[in-house]
């Protein structure tokens, strides 16, 4: 099995930064990729992006595309998300999530494991 634990949520203002990490521990060498979701009150869990475990290869959502990075280090067994430019709407909590297989990134269901989650908020 593998766990997986977020940290680096804040408060911020609009227009500033802040890194999320997804720590990841266990059978990690399954792992075919980890994602990022987030859900604000009210709204549906929605994707962010995506990245494979070993190619790197990554996914954004259009709503975060030129403003979010998902990275990794595989020596640390953490997957990273700068999120700049930072907007109200990206209030959410912000949830990791990995999968041990492919298919569709942006469909939850593909996601085998899921961590706690850590609260983002942007004020205006």
């Known amino acids: 099995q593998i766990q997986l634990v977020e940290s680096g949520g804040g408060l911020v203002q609009a227009g500033g930064s802040l890194r999320l990490s997804c720590a990841t521990s266990g059978r990690t060498f399954s792992l075919y990729g980890v994602g990022w979701f987030r859900q604000a009150p009210g709204k549906e869990r929605e994707f962010v992006a995506h990245?494979?475990?070993?190619?790197?290869?990554?996914y954004y959502a259009d709503s975060v595309k030129g403003r979010f990075t998902i990275s990794k280090d595989n020596a640390k067994n953490t997957v990273y998300l700068q999120m700049n430019s930072l907007k109200p709407e990206d209030t959410a909590v912000y949830h990791c999530?990995?999968?041990?297989?492919?298919?569709?990134?942006?469909?939850?269901?593909?996601?085998?494991?899921w961590g706690q989650g850590t609260q983002v908020t942007v004020s205006s």
């Open positions: 990245i494979t475990w070993i190619a790197g290869g990554t």
């Open positions: 999530a990995a999968r041990s297989f492919g298919g569709p990134s942006s469909n939850a269901d593909s996601y085998d494991y």
